[in-house]
């Protein structure tokens, strides 16, 4: 259904960076429609955890809380969200994005706050277990762990980090990584190696999370350099993914510059090299993925959309 809806700034992605877009459009006079996937406004900040110490003003408040002090902020704005408006299709030329398979809404220009979503491992139990033993959180699940074995899957800042976290909340820790190469910080790495009480095990997939109600055991294949593949079952109350993130830039495929792993490729004032059509925050790799930067980001891509616009006009 063509709704024939139109907004002058149309933002998809109602994390940080797009409600940034969406305070400074309303602000330059622009009146922004914010399209949002999930339920609530904030996007990663739903999933932290951690009480905030680098971002501006908001020190000492969780992900959430902020979350919410955004989303009402935007309302004492008068500035228009929808929640629960996945946009599954995006003609960037044409400024036009299709909601829910259902509905399609124009822009004057539009905005890409897609933000990233976390890395899958795609094998079985992954998704049937969430929740019920698989987790992407040691930070929020810790307590439910306390004096049982768990699994951590990756090698990068998250999966050390995690470890540490892990132990230090009384579980027994494995950390599993396909390589025998870490991509984690030497503050982390050094720490979880030479950790008297968390076991490492390199060049170790895991191939399925099993379990009858909760996560009982995983089934993991070691293959290190010039030895054969061996499979093995580790019993484990916990599995823990922390794998990374990817771009969640799909909708746009083929049709804005993307970076070898997906990442849209702009300007200085968030441009993409389709006209009329900008991007900001952590879509479009930032050098650090953080609030502040996403906050900053998305002003001035509402701001270079506006230039935009009022050029269109004379
Ligand atoms: C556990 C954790 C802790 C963190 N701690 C800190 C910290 O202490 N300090 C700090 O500065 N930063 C922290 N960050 C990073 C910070 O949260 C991110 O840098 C910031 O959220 C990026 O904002 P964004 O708007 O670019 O993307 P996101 O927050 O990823 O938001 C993107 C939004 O777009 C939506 N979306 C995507 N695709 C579509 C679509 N097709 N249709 C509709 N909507 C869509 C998503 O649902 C999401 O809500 C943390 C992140 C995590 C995960």
């Known amino acids: 259904m063509d709704s024939g809806a139109r907004s002058d700034l149309l933002i998809v992605g109602g994390g940080p960076a797009g409600i940034a877009a969406a305070l400074w459009g309303k602000r330059l006079g622009l009146d922004p429609l914010l399209l949002e996937a999930g339920s609530q406004l904030g996007g990663q900040l739903l999933r932290s955890y951690n009480q905030s110490v680098d971002c501006p003003g908001f020190y000492g408040l969780v992900g959430t809380d902020i979350a919410e002090r955004l989303t009402i902020h935007l309302i004492r704005e008068g500035i228009r969200f929808r929640t629960n408006a ?108 030479t950790h008297p009480r968390i076991r490492v095990m390199t060049h170790t997939r895991l191939l399925a999370i099993e379990g009858s109600q909760q996560v009982e055991r995983v089934i993991v294949e070691r293959s290190a350099p010039g030895e054969a593949p061996r499979q093995q079952v580790i019993p484990v109350s916990g599995v823990f993914l922390a794998l990374g993130v990817v771009p969640a830039t799909e909708p746009v495929a083929g049709q804005v510059e993307r970076d070898a792993e997906g990442y849209l490729i702009t300007d200085r004032h968030g441009a993409t090299s389709c006209p009329g059509v900008w991007a900001c925050g952590d879509t479009t790799r930032p050098l650090l993925s953080s609030l502040s930067t996403a906050f900053g980001d998305g002003a001035t891509v509402a701001k270079a959309a506006f230039d935009w616009l009022m050029a269109q006009k004379q």
């Not at 398979?101 to 124009?106: M, P, R, V």
């Not at 019920?132 to 699940?141: K, L, P």
């Open 86 to 193: 996945l946009v599954t299709q995006v003609d960037c030329a044409a400024r036009k994005v299709v909601v829910n398979e259902t509905e399609t809404l124009t822009g004057r220009a539009l905005v890409l706050a897609l933000g990233v979503r976390k890395r899958r491992l795609g094998i079985p139990g992954e998704r049937e277990f969430a929740g019920r033993g698989v987790s992407t959180s040691a930070t929020r699940d810790k307590g439910r762990y306390a004096g049982r074995e768990v699994i951590i899957v990756g090698g990068g800042d998250g999966a050390f980090e995690e470890s540490l976290i892990l132990d230090e909340a009384g579980c027994r820790v494995t950390l599993v990584h396909r390589s025998g190469t870490f991509r984690a910080r030497p503050l982390y790495r050094d720490r979880v190696l």
